[in-house]
């Protein structure tokens, strides 16, 4: 049989799939078909195919953010019992985020992960060690020693290089940076605050406030501080400028971590630190619209006076199967999902750069062996683990968001305003009245006690 498995176009996720499936093939007699569509059109493919039951695809590598939208309407296979049978999975290695949120929805398992996602910030140790400059505690830091190395040869080759990259690309992946920088100044409580909305009465944090102004000049800031086309990078763009050794600074998930040690493209082996994401010694007071200063009661996982708030963004690339698919298919289809996820194959797959999977298993963080293999120091393999897990066992970690259309949320009213606000379309006020009328109109489209329901089950918060 054939099993038709949908992501988007890569080359990374589709790759380690596209890669194995032979193997998978021998060893069931199951073909496995990839179709890749672009990223800004997954969502609606996905959507549009499963909602006129065209069902042209018997599985799909996703956002796990779209469950929301897909596990209500009916579309996707509940994977409960399947997984509780199988021992080859090794469920319980999934590190425990990655199971009960990237996996699971409303108590039940619709998708096995195959990539952990966090945004950190990367930093070139050996300049920054030179110079005895410390890795940024704040944005402020991020901003400085941008500021710093901005216009300065940083890679030898007599050229004018970057103090730092981001991925900035309308209809990309740009709004995600974004909130890694506001979440330090949106979100102080724990993850149960939500960085998103008040869950009181589901109006929008992204809005005329102290800290929405502080944390788009922040970004605006950033967007000055690097490649003179910036605003037109996505993130394959920006890593590979990274690993030229033309960036003091980036922001970015896990894969910078690993494209740095592949001594084919990377000219930063071993000159690479990791880092939680900077965070902010003032934070909002959802009251009054105020920032006020960091203490024990505002703040109360703070580190030296400074909030962080490492964001899970996007949430890590899962795989799903169609409800509507045939029986015998939906076995296939999992078994392929299984296989792609067990550690004999994912232990590779998360430190190969090309791949875009980001480790998420316990046994990924604790095996140093497996990065050491892969052209890691053992030192920069500890570094670059420990930010994950930094982030990972946060008590203020940012959850993305998951509600219904969330993909209209971010992918269309939030980067609509922030590439609008970047190009100068828009001023820095106009653009946080802009998402906040999108947002609320979007939430009493759809219905506020619903939405703000949906969105407190994504937390966690019971009252």
């Known amino acids: 049989m054939t099993v038709r498995v949908v992501t988007f176009t890569g080359p990374q996720i589709a790759e380690p799939l596209q890669r194995r499936a032979p193997d998978f093939a021998k060893a069931t007699g199951a073909n496995v078909q990839v179709v890749t569509v672009p990223f800004a059109d997954l969502y609606q493919k996905i959507l549009t195919d499963f909602s006129t039951k065209t069902n042209s695809y018997d599985a799909i590598v996703f956002a796990p953010q779209w469950m929301g939208d897909y596990v209500p309407a009916g579309y996707l296979e509940d994977l409960s019992a399947r997984v509780q049978a199988d021992t080859a999975l090794q469920w319980n290695d999934i590190a425990p985020y990655f199971r009960d949120f990237s996996a699971t929805y409303q108590g039940k398992v619709y998708t096995i992960p195959l990539d952990g996602d966090f945004q950190m910030v990367y930093y070139r140790s050996d300049i920054l060690q030179k110079d005895g400059v410390k890795p940024p505690e704040t944005w402020d830091d991020y901003i400085a020693i941008a500021q710093k190395y901005q216009g300065k040869d940083l890679n030898g080759d007599g050229k004018a290089d970057y103090g730092s990259c981001v991925a900035m690309k309308r209809s990309a992946q740009s709004y995600w940076m974004f909130v890694s920088v506001a979440g330090a100044y949106l979100q102080s409580q724990g993850t149960g605050q939500g960085a998103f909305f008040n869950t009181d009465n589901m109006q929008p944090l992204v809005a005329p406030n102290e800290a929405t102004t502080a944390a788009l000049d922040t970004y605006k800031s950033i967007s000055k501080l690097g490649p003179p086309d910036q605003l037109n990078l996505d993130v394959g763009d920006t890593r590979g400028l990274f690993t030229s050794g033309r960036c003091a600074l980036s922001i970015d998930w896990g894969d910078i971590g690993t494209l740095a040690i592949d001594p084919a493209t990377s000219k930063v082996q071993d000159k690479v630190g990791s880092l939680i994401l900077p965070g902010s010694k003032r934070v909002l007071d959802r009251k009054t619209g105020k920032l006020v200063n960091c203490d024990a009661t505002i703040c109360p996982s703070a580190t ?100 219904p259309q969330n993909a209209t949320y971010e992918g269309t009213v939030l980067d609509t305003a922030l590439a609008q606000f970047l190009a100068g379309e828009i001023t820095r006020d106009g653009a946080a009245k802009q998402i906040q009328d999108q947002w609320n109109s979007k939430t009493d489209e759809l219905g506020r006690d619903k939405q703000l329901a949906a969105y407190k089950a994504t937390l966690g918060v019971t009252r």
């Open 304 to 403: 030296n006076g400074v909030n962080h708030a490492p964001f899970s963004a996007f949430g890590g690339w899962s795989g799903a199967i169609n409800k509507a698919a045939p029986d015998n298919v939906k076995n296939a289809a999992y078994a392929f999902l299984s296989y792609m996820s067990q550690p004999a194959q994912s232990g590779t797959d998360v430190t190969l750069g090309k791949t875009g999977f980001n480790p998420y298993r316990t046994s990924h963080f604790t095996n140093l062996d497996l990065w050491v293999k892969a052209g890691m120091s053992q030192a920069a393999a500890k570094d670059y683990l420990g930010a994950i897990q930094a982030s990972l066992q946060s008590p203020n970690m940012i959850l993305d968001l998951r509600i």
